[in-house]
């Protein structure tokens, strides 16, 4: 367990799967203003990335980061009062900001 976490708090290094940790990441996500913040960021992301394969200009992947981490890691700073797992376990946090906005299309996440 790592000595800056509080007692009760899960280390997002302890998952050995992605299956394992999305729980954990939808519990980091649960206010309302921070899913919603996520969800626009990375409809951002998504268009930078049209924009950088029709342009074929590397501003847009510039861009895209910028919009898709800024908007999620205000939404974690700000509302969630969390740190983004992302700085801990960058590839599942990854997936799981796909997996989200894939269930938020879904229905299966309010925003």
Known sequence: MDS???????????????????PFYLAEHSNLACRRLHFVGSTLALGCLVLLLATGDGYWLLVGLLCGYGFAW??????EKNQPASFRRPLYSFMGDWAMYRDIWLGKIQI
């Open 4 to 22: 800056k976490l509080p007692p009760t708090a899960v280390d997002p290094q302890s998952f050995q799967t992605f299956a394992e940790f999305y």
């Open 74 to 79: 205000i939404g974690h700073f700000a509302f």
